[in-house]
């Protein structure tokens, strides 16, 4: 059974299971900004500088998805935006351990995520993600819209070859 919750703080056994998730992604090939080699210790570091910061602020809010207790998936809604954007919210890497997909729950955490950035007032929710990748479906499965690609926006994690972005959008209202 898949249960989603919001984290407000990282404890050290839940950064070791973000870590994970996210070192698993990306050694899977996964375009969530790491390259290879990426170790154990920079996935951990990458939750504790650059993600708990805004969760202990507010302005980041974290949701995971557990099995018996194990993270097997994560998502964040940024929800810093500059005075002239404070209807929108950013979607930020969504992640689904290798063993645990395709049993919808990144579906689950993206409309816990859409109901959490209605519930703060925001009405239009962006992201980007890899052309092609199976995010993209998942995402227009979801209404997102396509706003367009970027050639050449970011490297490949294992290749290193330049890869495009698609930059999508849903409307809230
Ligand atoms: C993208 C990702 C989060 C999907 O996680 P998931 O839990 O497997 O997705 P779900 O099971 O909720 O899939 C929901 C729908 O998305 C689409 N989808 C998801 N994965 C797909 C795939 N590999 N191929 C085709 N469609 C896919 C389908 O429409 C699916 O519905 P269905 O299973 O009923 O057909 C996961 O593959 C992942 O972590 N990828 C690497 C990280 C990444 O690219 N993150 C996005 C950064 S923006």
Known sequence: MVRVEELRELPEAEAGMLAEVLHAAVHGGASVSFVLPFPMEAAREFWLTKVLPGVAAGTRRLFVARVDGRIVGTVQLDLGMPPNQQ??????????????RR?????SLMMVLEE???AAGRTLVTLDTRTGDAAERLYLSLGYVVAGVIPRFARAPASG??????????DLR
Not at 87 to 100: D, S
């Open 87 to 100: 209807h929108r919210a950013e979607v930020a890497k969504l992640l689904v351990h290798p063993e645990a």
């Open 103 to 107: 049993q919808g729950i990144a579906r």
């Open 116 to 118: 959490t950035a209605r």
């Open 161 to 170: 070859e330049l890869e495009a972005t698609t930059l999508l959008y849903k």
